[in-house]
Nanobody
Framework: QFQLVESGGGLVQAGESMTLSCSGSGPGVTLAHSAITWFRQAPGKEREGLLCISRNGYITTITASVKDRFTISRRDYGNTIDLQMNGLKPEDTAVYYC?????????????????WGRGILVNVSS
């Protein structure tokens, strides 16, 4: 069974950087052929989309609050998708999720995805 797996989270101090990675395991889905979106859900808040990268590398910024601080990129022949987070703030504390849409382009509705990862906690201390 296919699964998305996030890695790289943990505790970090405000102002520091952290990179999260999203990869897949199991048959049937190739991340390199699909659009991948990073989301987060802060305590007591709704889940929000952050950035999406299409199969061809086109990036869509979904949430303005992370623009110029967070970037999304592919490596490992497109099968690992990184979320580089710079200048982290305490309000960035959240569970971060990656999700896959088994199409080339990022969806108009960010939540139009086929699989979700289980999420990984990022805790930014002040």
């Amino acid at each position: 069974q296919f699964q998305l797996v996030e890695s790289g989270g943990g505790l970090v101090q405000a102002g520091e950087s952290m990179t999260l990675s999203c990869s897949g395991s199991g048959p049937g889905v190739t991340l390199a052929h699909s659009a991948i979106t990073w989301f987060r859900q802060a305590p007591g808040k709704e889940r929000e989309g952050l950035l999406c990268i299409s199969r061809n590398g086109y990036i869509t910024t979904i949430t303005a609050s992370v623009k110029d601080r967070f970037t999304i990129s592919r490596r490992d022949y497109g099968n690992t998708i990184d979320l580089q987070m710079n200048g982290l703030k305490p309000e960035d504390t959240a569970v971060y999720y990656c999700a896959i849409r088994m199409m080339a382009a990022c969806p108009k509705d960010a939540f139009d995805v086929n699989y979700w990862g289980r999420g990984i906690l990022v805790n930014v201390s002040s």
